[in-house]
């Protein structure tokens, strides 16, 4: 089974700083990555997305992510951190169970921006 | 706007009694999904629907059951609420079969069960 682990339940930078999320993957075939950002009250949108292309992924909001296969890893960043950043962000694999795949969600890193 | 709804947004229930959550998306998606996201356990399936007329069960079933009424349509049920089904609840759609595509989510329904 394919799963991911999240380090860190809480990230807090300031406003303008680095934003590194991190993500850890575990898989016994290539895998398909995905990060989400959940807003408070809202439900989860798609930030971006890994389907064995580049590995510099690009998605929404100026966040990027990087697939390193020797690292098992597709942490997230963002070079300026701003207010808006703020939100629960969570890493997920695509993993075969049943009749179809689904996504595997890590358990979330929540986002803090300090002014 | 396209997308998946949910219904309703807030419900408080007594431990037994019943309900049924409703999903709706437009967009035309083959699969759908039902979570349950609990703090620091991040989302977790709990059925999903591969294509019309099929339903599968995902991680934490039990307590639950679901209904494909139709293309559009996935419901899920409580048959007899308990407080260990306090929760937030997700319905999400996807293109396809596979899930490489991502899915679209609803804004989901908070639950509370006293």
């Known amino acids: 089974a394919q799963s991911v682990t999240q380090l860190g339940s809480h990230v807090s930078v300031s406003e303008g700083a680095l934003v590194l999320l991190r993500c850890n993957y575990s898989s016994s075939v290539p895998p398909y990555l995905f990060w989400y950002v959940q807003y408070p009250n809202q439900g989860l949108q798609l930030l971006l997305k890994?389907?064995?292309?580049?590995?510099l992924v690009k998605g929404i909001n100026g966040f990027e992510a990087e697939f390193k296969k020797s690292e098992t890893s597709f942490h997230l960043t963002k070079p300026s951190a701003h207010m808006s950043d703020a939100a629960e962000y969570f890493c997920a694999v695509s993993s075969l169970s049943g009749s179809a795949r689904q996504l595997t969600f890590g358990s979330g890193t929540q986002l803090t921006v300090l002014p | 706007n396209a997308g998946v709804t949910q219904t309703p947004k807030f419900q408080v229930l007594k431990t037994g009694q019943s309900m049924t959550l409703q999903c709706a998306q437009d967009?035309?998606?083959?699969?759908m999904y039902w979570y349950r996201q609990d703090p620091g356990m991040g989302l977790r399936l709990i059925y999903y629907s591969a294509s019309e007329g099929t339903t599968d069960k995902g991680e934490v079933p039990n307590g639950y059951n679901v209904s494909r009424l139709n293309k559009r349509e996935f419901s899920l049920r409580l048959e007899s609420a308990a407080p260990s089904q306090t929760s937030v609840y997700f319905c999400?759609?996807?293109?396809?079969?596979?899930?490489?595509?991502?899915?679209?989510f609803g804004s989901g329904t908070r639950l509370t069960v006293v």
């Open positions: 890994y389907t064995s292309a580049a590995t």
């Open positions: 967009m035309n998606h083959n699969s």
């Open positions: 999400a759609s996807s293109v396809g079969r596979t899930a490489n595509y991502g899915y679209t």
